[in-house]
T-cell receptor, first 114, second 114 residues
């Protein structure tokens, strides 16, 4: 079974530029999550989708971050404009059904903002 | 805001030693999960505990959920270099019974020296 796919793996941009990350969850997983992880810290939930609807985006900085999940499958997370403090690994995860149970994570997209 | 504090933050030990990692909160969780994350990878689930006082063993790893479901511990016996990684606890809460939200702890970085 294919795991959670993310791209790009690495991205370096200047502050005030924009960037987009893509995630393809495990087939059939209804719930999709985007987490932000600062080096050596625990992941922080940015947004949680149930199919293509948003369940929780309370910690998403909506003035610069946006996310969508087209047709309840793939998802894109965008940052515009980027700030230095956005440097982090952006992890996508998916889980089966409404009850989170086990989260399956992708390898992450590492963003460096200069 | 629900917070999960882990201690210690960093731990460097010799192969064969025992160690315990703690995960504490003032909030009650419906479930508690432990993940391990290796460099450049996403977290991988080790165990889920759901009952207060529950103890689960996974080879040399012993997990315990506190009686009040506010804290948890992970004990590793005879640590090996392969145990090296970032250990994350994650507490589950319900969104009015419809869906589950997972909050990650601050993380414990473990290095086992051969």
């Amino acid at each position: 079974e294919a795991g959670v796919a993310q791209s790009p793996r690495y991205k370096i941009i200047e502050k005030r530029q924009s960037v987009a990350f893509w995630c393809n969850p495990i087939s059939g997983h209804a719930t999709l999550y985007w987490y932000q992880q600062i080096l050596g810290q625990g992941p922080k939930l940015l947004i949680q989708f149930q199919n293509n609807g948003v369940v929780d985006d309370s910690q998403l900085p909506k003035d610069r971050f946006s996310a969508e999940r087209l047709k309840g499958v793939d998802s894109t997370l965008k940052i515009q404009p980027a700030k230095l403090e956005d440097s982090a690994v952006y992890l996508c995860a998916s889980s089966l059904g409404r009850w989170a149970g086990e989260l399956f994570f992708g390898e992450g997209s590492r963003l460096t903002v200069l | 805001t629900q917070l999960l504090e882990q201690s210690p933050q960093f731990l460097s030990i010799q192969e064969g030693e025992n160690l315990t990692v703690y995960c504490n909160s003032s909030s009650v969780f419906s479930s508690l999960q432990w993940y391990r994350q290796e460099p450049g990878e996403g977290p991988v689930l080790l165990v889920t505990v759901v009952t207060g006082g529950e103890v689960k063993k996974l080879k040399r790893l012993t997990f315990q959920f506190g009686d009040a479901r506010k804290d948890s511990s992970l004990h590793i016996t005879a640590a090996q270099p392969g145990d090296t990684g970032l250990y994350l606890c994650a507490g589950g809460t319900n969104y009015g019974g419809a869906t589950n939200k997972l909050i990650f702890g601050t993380g414990t970085l473990l290095a086992v020296q051969p």
